[in-house]
């Protein structure tokens, strides 16, 4: 492997109560949850927008915008794996993909092994490649008071 690139992304949504909470793929139970056009899968865009990073294609928004209908409450886990058809061509593989997530509550803890299997499937690597953390901030800011979640997300692609 000759050729490499990192990509990184970063993302933010509100939270409300009554909403699901689709993180990594899966729902996580809570009785509140991320608000957006799609599923609002902070951690699953992270990853889309670091992919597209990688290769300088712009954003998750460019390719997917919040204003088409195509995308209202689509699962994020159909736009991961669009954004890897498009961004692992001529020749370009995921390598690995690390990523946190930034929330107050619930512990995320329990179902990171879940979302590590979910996005290592969709990405076609292995788990050991595919890290996913969890913070909190503390109490401090928008995720502190929990209105909102954050995500960090820094992949490798080669070929
Ligand atoms: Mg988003």
Redesign the pocket.
């Known amino acids: 492997m000759q050729d490499l690139r990192i990509g990184y992304g970063y993302?933010v949504?509100q939270l409300a109560e009554g909403e699901e909470l689709w993180l990594g793929g899966i729902l996580v139970p809570s009785s509140f949850g991320a608000v957006?056009h799609?599923d609002?899968d902070?951690l699953l865009?992270v990853i889309c927008d670091a992919l597209f990073g990688a290769r300088a294609m712009g954003d998750?928004g460019a390719h997917f915008p919040d204003t088409d209908p195509a995308y209202k409450g689509i699962d994020s886990k159909i736009l991961l794996r669009e954004t890897v058809a498009k961004v692992c061509t001529e020749g370009w593989g995921v390598v690995n993909v690390d990523a946190t997530v930034c929330l107050e509550r619930p512990k995320l803890r329990p179902h990171i092994d879940t979302m590590r299997a979910c996005i290592a499937d969709i990405l076609g690597i292995p788990v050991d490649r595919v890290g996913v953390k969890a913070t909190t901030t503390e109490r401090l800011g928008f995720v502190g008071t929990g209105e909102g979640i954050s995500a960090h997300a820094a992949v490798l692609l080669g070929r």
């Open positions: 993302d949504h957006g799609s609002a902070v865009h998750i």
